[in-house]
T-cell receptor, first 115, second 111 residues
Framework: EPEVTQTPSHQVTQMGQEVILRCVPI?????FYWYRQILGQKVEFLVS????????KSEIFDDQFSVERPDGSNFTLKIRSTKLEDSAMYFC?????????????FGPGTRLTVL | GNSVTQMEGPVTLSEEAFLTINCTYT??????LFWYVQYPGEGLQLLLK?????DKGSNKGFEATYRKETTSFHLEKGSVQVSDSAVYFC??????????FGTGTRLQVFP
């Protein structure tokens, strides 16, 4: 069964450093998302992406964040200058055009630790 | 905008006990409703869904019925197992296509 994959599973970085989180969505999916979950808290929407552009972003997704689909398979989230409060689990998700409305398939997540 | 409220956890049960995790929602129209599960150390998995009022979603012995009269989508299972220990999230779409999640309910099942 196809699945969303994410790398790395755990990333440790120093405050102020840039990080890139990588995702490979399910191959025939067209809508891509990033969510994050601060430890012990709810899952929060960051950004959605369709047709090579951002469809929607939350107030969390400020100028320090960017997303890119550099080729036909990868979908990346970049944090330019990490802050301590960026420490969280980051989930990538994807959805196809024909699926039940808003059924999104999630990857296993990348745990980001900012020191 | 759309929102979801979920009962606080943790819920602690003995194996074979009956489980209910409450979820109520506020929404414009009748969006699809979802339950996602997060097992320890893993990502989010779709557990079940319902796409219209009075639909019942079911999977792995879990059930939830989309009730528009009470704006609820409570998760139930007749006999829980230790392997059901996880965090359960109720979710629905926002006004766009992002998902809005509840705060999550941790279920702990003991033998």
């Amino acid at each position: 069964e196809p699945e969303v994959t994410q790398t790395p599973s755990h990333q440790v970085t120093q405050m102020g450093q840039e990080v890139i989180l990588r995702c490979v969505p399910i191959s025939n999916h067209l809508y891509f998302y990033w969510y994050r979950q601060i430890l012990g808290q709810k899952v929060e929407f960051l950004v959605s992406f369709y047709n090579n552009e951002i469809s929607e972003k939350s107030e969390i997704f400020d100028d320090q964040f960017s997303v890119e689909r550099p080729d036909g398979s990868n979908f990346t989230l970049k944090i330019r200058s990490t802050k301590l409060e960026d420490s969280a689990m980051y989930f990538c998700a994807s959805r196809n055009l024909a699926g039940a409305r808003n059924e999104q398939f999630f990857g296993p997540g990348t745990r980001l630790t900012v020191l | 905008g759309n929102s979801v409220t979920q009962m606080e956890g943790p819920v602690t049960l003995s194996e074979e006990a009956f489980l209910t995790i409450n979820c109520t929602y506020t929404a414009t129209g009748y969006p699809s409703l979802f339950w996602y599960v997060q097992y320890p150390g893993e990502g989010l998995q779709l557990l079940l869904k319902a796409t219209k009022a009075d639909d019942k979603g079911s999977n792995k012995g879990f059930e939830a019925t989309y009730r528009k009269e009470t704006t609820s989508f409570h998760l139930e299972k007749g006999s829980v197992q230790v392997s059901d220990s996880a965090v359960y999230f109720c979710a629905l779409p926002g006004n766009t296509d992002k998902l809005i999640f509840g705060t999550g309910t941790r279920l702990q099942v003991f033998p």
